[in-house]
């Protein structure tokens, strides 16, 4: 039977692309009834149904799934923070590290408007430019019209599923505008693509740049670690996860637990302190989160 990658979801049809041939299809109706919905992104089974559509008939296993965009087997995500307006935050920064660490999803650091910051503004940045570089992470700097973003991002997008996060406050079309200008995608098809038509429904779909798929969605809308369990949270702080190993209590949430390894390389400056003190932060929310209870009848 044949197969292909979901490309696009729209009023209850799902494009289906197959060797370059993009196939309409509905869902089969069993999967309301098992709970399988299918997403942009998933590698489906389907079989012809009609002249023009289709039925999906298997949803294929998924090695990530989103709820906010709804996408599944995303690769990485590029998470664009502007040095100025606003201000650059290295605690949502952190925040957007730990969701998108948690679903297993290579996050790719994208600062922009360097153009317009001052140099005060700037050396507050460096700083952290460098900690995040040293610990693994790739970091962009860019700025509206910087004519070396295309090369800096082709290799990067090159056969991966992208998606886009940002600061909030930064509107879809401005990520776009700022971190794409140049890849192909025009005003006019960013605006088609988000859906802001006067006629046209809102949906997610995979846009093709640069040899690669980008949602056409800045990405994560929802930053809770509701998913995240306490003694999980430092797995997602890679330079912590990594130093974890030598802590002399398995399992050691890095408190008042005494040896702990975390809390030595924070004391020598070797893990940056904002970076442990937001560890803390949101290791304070899980553990104040509320249970959820379910519904009985």
Known sequence: MPEGQIRKAISGFYYVEDNGERIRCRGRGVFRNRGIHPLVGDIVTYVPDGENDAIITVVHERKNELVRPPISNVDQALLVFSIVEP?????????????????????????????????????????????????????????????????????????????????????????????????????????????????????????????????????FSSLEFDHIQKEELSHYFIEMNEASENCKFRGCLHLKEPKCAVKELVETGEILRHRYDNYLHFLQEIIDRKPRYEKHD
């Not at 290295?90 to 297993?104: A, T, W």
């Open 87 to 219: 201000a650059f935050s290295p605690h949502l920064l952190d925040r957007f590290l730990v969701v998108i660490e948690s679903f297993g999803i290579k996050p790719i650091i994208c600062l922009t408007k360097k153009d317009i910051a001052s140099e005060a503004e700037l050396e507050k940045v460096v700083a952290s430019e460098a900690y995040y570089k040293k610990i693994g992470y790739k970091v962009i700097n860019t700025f509206i019209d910087d004519e070396n973003l295309p090369e800096i991002l082709k290799p990067i997008l090159k056969g991966q599923i992208t998606v886009l996060a940002g600061q909030s406050g930064v509107g879809k079309s401005t990520l776009l505008n700022t971190v794409l200008p140049s890849l192909g995608l025009k005003t006019g098809e960013i605006s088609e693509a988000l859906g802001r038509g006067k006629h046209t429904t809102r949906h997610v779909e995979l846009l093709e740049v640069a040899g690669g798929l980008v949602a056409d969605t800045p990405g």
